[in-house]
């Protein structure tokens, strides 16, 4: 079994990695640093309303943030059956670990222009296959996370009637799994809804680049009827919220879009100037 790595380990492993040998003697890779940045919808304005349809409703959005705490590429591709196991990034010495960016920020999904992270990144020029988008703020073991990852404001017309809508997310102990085995209470840890494991990410990191994490916030609101909010505590400016449970279908299937490898996330790469 492949054991987790810390968000502080990876330059370390980067380094040794490269310099183990291969079957031919040495690996052929190299160490590169690159920049990293988030858009959101590509055909949205910043600053204005994001209007869409989603089944037989139309959305609007006013606000739409997602917190972004850290970015990963692996070689790993996730198997079917394999079980899920996106605390445990690959990457200590069988050569799939491949770039980190150990920080992030807000990411304005209706703003379409380049948004920088709030570190630069480091990996190696060994081809990914997948990448990991870490949703959390500080240690993402942490039991108590009470910051939002995603934020949201807007309205739904519906069967000829609009109302507002909002929505602060939150990924902290209570949406924690239950135990998959009764004898070990450890085996759903938290960290298995905040890692984001198994999106696409064919591309080869080279010195100097940018990796860009694309956010397309339609795919939020796939089968997500929002008519069977409930109605938001007194005070709220909005007529329906979005709860931190399962507790009504809309909440529950945004949840699962958030925290899938879904159409939500695209990585793409930037290639630096000549």
């Not at 209470?185 to 010195?207: K, M, W």
């Amino acid at each position: 079994m492949v054991r987790a790595v810390s968000r502080g380990e990876g330059a370390a492993l980067l380094a040794a990695l490269l310099l183990a040998p291969a079957c031919t003697g040495t690996t052929g890779y190299a160490l590169v640093s690159f920049y990293a940045s988030a858009r959101g919808a590509s055909d949205a304005v910043k600053g204005q309303p994001y209007t869409f349809s989603s089944g037989s409703a139309r959305v609007t959005l006013t606000r739409a943030v997602l917190h972004v705490g850290a970015l990963y590429l692996t070689q790993a591709v996730p198997t079917s059956g394999g079980g899920p196991a996106p605390c445990t990034l690959p990457g200590t010495y069988d050569g799939v670990f491949v770039g980190e960016v150990r920080g992030g920020g807000d990411v304005d999904l209706l703003d379409p222009s380049p948004q920088g992270l709030t570190v630069t990144g480091d990996g190696s020029t060994l081809p990914a296959a997948t990448g990991q988008v870490w949703l959390m703020h500080g240690d993402v073991d942490a039991p108590s996370d009470p910051l939002p990852v995603l934020t949201l404001e807007g309205s739904v017309t519906s069967g000829g009637r609009t109302q507002t809508f909002a929505g602060s997310i939150t990924i902290d102990s209570g949406r924690q799994p239950a135990p998959t085995n009764t004898s070990l209470p450890g085996s759903s840890p938290i960290c298995t809804l905040r890692i984001v494991s198994g999106i696409p990410a064919h591309l080869t990191l080279a010195q100097g680049g940018t990796l860009v994490l694309r956010l397309d916030p339609r795919a939020l609101f796939n089968d997500v009827p929002l008519v069977d909010l409930p109605a938001c505590p007194g005070g709220q400016p909005a007529a329906l919220c979005f709860t931190n449970d399962e507790s009504n279908q809309s909440s529950r299937n945004l949840f699962q879009n958030l925290t899938a490898a879904g159409p939500l996330y695209r990585f793409d790469w930037v290639a630096p100037a000549p």
